[in-house]
């Protein structure tokens, strides 16, 4: 059996997560933090961050990467489009998430739930709100033209999804929800997206999860 190793108050740990309970993958889970960048983590990681795959004693990094491992190992059912243009569409989607979309839900997790969680202090409320003023309505703007509450690409669940989804779910983390005046589509996506099996049982992992 596969162990995911990592910290679900990582978006990408739980973006590997919800990718495996998707597809029925059977799975452990192993927490591993990222800071600090201790010698056995860089040991798996050359950068030292999570999630990391282990398998047979063989460790294989990168979110992306264990995602479209896992999908070459079970094609069914598949998370990656067949067409050419939507698997790009989806492959620029799961960049999104994992650049822009990080910048914009990140800081409200990390200051509401990472500082006094892990590190046993307040975060800045400060850095919430300004990050919430700045650069969370862009980025909520651009997913609001493409929101589809069947799925980013297609109008079917992709591995798109697992990644906005898993970002999204970061945002709700935080105590933070999507103004479904201002962006009714989004709202309508964000909402089908937490209440799929596949997000709810990787939620009720995280709020488990017991932090050494």
Not at 133 to 154: K, M, Q, T
Request: proline share 9%.
């Amino acid at each position: 059996m596969i162990v995911i190793r990592g910290t679900l108050v990582s978006p990408f740990t739980r973006k590997v997560h919800v990718l495996c309970r998707e597809k029925g993958i059977p799975f452990q889970s192993a927490f591993l933090a990222p800071m600090p960048k201790t010698p056995e983590l860089l040991a798996m990681h050359p950068l030292g961050k999570i999630p990391v795959l282990e398998e047979a004693g063989r460790f294989l990094p990168d979110s992306s990467v264990i995602c479209a491992y896992l999908e070459r190992l079970h094609p069914n059912p598949a998370l990656y489009p067949a067409d050419a243009k939507e698997f790009a569409q989806a492959l620029f989607l799961e960049e999104y998430s994992d650049t822009r979309a990080l910048e914009a839900f990140a800081p409200a997790l990390v200051e509401r739930v990472i500082m006094p969680r892990d590190f046993d202090r307040p975060g800045d409320e400060g850095r919430v709100v300004r990050t919430g003023a700045e650069i969370v309505p862009p980025v909520f703007d651009w997913l609001e033209a493409h929101a589809n509450e069947r799925g980013l690409v297609g109008g079917r669940f992709s591995i798109a999804d697992c990644a906005i989804g898993a970002q999204l779910q970061s945002w709700a983390f935080a105590g933070e929800s999507v103004d479904g005046r201002r962006w009714p589509r989004l709202r309508g996506y964000s909402d089908a997206m937490l209440s799929r099996p596949s997000f709810v049982e990787t939620a009720a992992a995280f709020a488990a999860e017991e932090v050494p």
